[in-house]
């Protein structure tokens, strides 16, 4: 087994372990039905690497982990009620399983055990360690605010995408590996250096889960492509397109926008204009340039195990094709 | 001025001046606007008082006294929500005035503010205070989840109702008052009585709410009463008639239990059964039985001014009318 999965089944046998209560039901059958969700895990399984790269172990980064996947976990059931998501990961959400006033009070107490994980972290640097997540926790508040906002809003750029995933996307990817390193008792550099990393590593995650969405081969990838043009969704690469298309291709993609969305069998002739405006290729290489930044922060660090699974980490994010 | 009314001061100026972010709007408008919203602020000056009891400073824990205090709004948010509540204190609640979304992601916010506001903290208990703090929010959200399964369970009793507001409202009351003497450096037996002092205040408060909704002046309660008759709310009076009442009146409670609450009409029906079957007596009684054994904890501390403002406080929730 790997490290990186032998970090993760650590991780899983943890969570499945955390919740003891059993009532009210109306709170804990939900609540642990969203821990026993899976999903990559990677959030978690980066907090634990961040901690060994600077000489820590895994295993003290352990809660500190599960705090950062159930805060994870906390913003998606809030999320999905507010994006009317139905499903998740192939299974119900919860306001869609129950109802959302169960979905809010989940979302509320998995924020509350997210820090009672974290807080049982032994660390002299432990008020540091918090305070970082809760910077991470208004920085995702922040992030989805704008998020919802561009839904309604026409001029949006680039730019105010970026700092949007920066702050809904990479904060929490950038305070996981910061948070390994305060409870590696890192030396500043080594902070600031994992801290980089996660945040570069978050950008690329977020902009490829996008080119996925509509480049993606549809078997590969689980699900349909172009869900994101269907919902009309301010991409980086819709909004790349808006920047350079001319004529007929720049009206399409303004219908899009004032339309909210197009119907699934646009979706061919909006991935023609990506393709063409050379969106596509510009949302790669600004994949690329964040992938070898990250390995560039990691080169600051010494050369261990760890290091080098984070390297991999960043080139399978930068390769994967789902 | 009094040193209730001087602490409450110090704790509206920190409030005022506390959020300095302005984008993105949609999250800090409303915001504002909440922790603009006034209130008594109970929970803060006793988590000032109860620090002084034991030989801190107020002004310790003002931090922690604004923690508490954002943390009870972002509970009244989400609440709202959940209630379908459309006015607070006068003003229209966050998801009338703005929509769902809005309310919930205001009230996630308001929970990591808290959190940032505590940790600002400076004590060597730093830990415990947070996993204190903590232990609230976790009982906070199973005393709403109880609350909400109680509207369509028919069989409650008495003692699941005391278990109810024991989460709801006595818990975070109890932590205000613990918080305060952790931030006071305070002994074992100081924690512990204070902690107690919390519990049977905030028992004795929500108790009494449930007495007022029904038995206070309307012009002195600011409005209307039998509220929680309309709305069929199992109250700890609805409960202790329910458990004496006999023949006709036990089936007009029975009733108002199927029908999930009144027409405003039959309010002085149910204010008689309430007053005949002795179960607004019994809630005078309890209340009085929680506020004595609050002062009794108070004895254990050194005599000193803040006792004194406990002590007064706890008489004054005895005699209050709105």
């Given at each position: 087994m790997s490290r990186y999965d032998r970090h993760k089944a650590l991780l899983e046998e943890h969570l499945a372990r955390l919740v003891k209560e059993s009532v009210p039901r109306s709170l804990y059958e939900p609540l642990k039905y969203v821990l026993a969700g899976g999903g990559k895990r990677i959030r978690p399984v980066l907090l634990m690497l961040?901690?060994?790269?600077?000489?820590?172990?895994a295993r003290s980064a352990l809660r500190a982990g599960a705090a950062i996947e159930i805060l994870h976990n906390f913003t998606?059931?809030?999320?999905?009620?507010?994006?009317?998501?139905?499903?998740?990961?192939?299974?119900k959400t919860v306001h869609t399983k129950w109802d959302t006033n169960v979905a809010i009070l989940v979302g509320d107490e998995l924020l509350a055990l997210a820090y009672r994980a974290v807080l049982q972290t032994k660390s002299p640097n432990i008020q540091r360690?918090?305070?970082?997540?809760t910077d991470g926790v208004v920085e995702v508040c922040e992030g989805q605010a704008y998020d919802k906002e561009f839904e309604t809003r026409s001029a949006v750029t680039v730019n105010d995408y970026l700092l949007m995933i920066e702050k809904k996307t990479a904060k929490m990817v950038s305070v996981a590996a910061e948070i390994g390193a305060l409870i590696?008792?890192?030396?500043?550099?080594?902070?600031r250096a994992l801290r980089q990393y996660g945040h570069h590593v978050g950008l690329a995650f977020q902009i490829q889960d996008d080119l996925l969405d509509i480049m993606a081969n549809e078997e590969e990838l689980?699900?349909?492509?172009?869900?994101?043009?269907?919902?009309?969704?301010?991409?980086?690469?819709?909004?790349?397109a808006l920047r350079t298309a001319r004529g007929s291709d720049r009206k399409l993609l303004r219908e899009l926008v004032a339309n909210?969305?197009?119907?699934?069998?646009?979706?061919?002739?909006?991935?023609?204009?990506?393709?063409?405006?050379?969106?596509?290729?510009?949302?790669?290489?600004?994949?690329?340039?964040?992938?070898?930044?990250?390995?560039?922060?990691?080169?600051?660090?010494?050369s261990t195990g760890a290091q080098a699974v984070l390297e991999w980490f960043a080139d399978m994010l930068l390769h994967r094709t789902y």
């Open positions: 961040s901690c060994e790269a600077v000489g820590g172990t998606l059931v809030h999320d999905d009620i507010m994006d009317n998501a139905s499903s998740r990961r192939g299974r360690i918090a305070k970082t997540f590696g008792n890192a030396a500043p550099e080594g902070i689980g699900k349909k492509i172009g869900g994101d043009l269907v919902e009309g969704k301010k991409t980086f690469l819709l909004l790349e909210k969305g197009c119907s699934p069998d646009r979706i061919p002739e909006y991935r023609r204009i990506y393709i063409e405006t050379g969106a596509a290729a510009s949302a790669r290489r600004r994949i690329e340039r964040e992938i070898n930044r990250s390995k560039q922060e990691l080169h600051r660090l010494p």
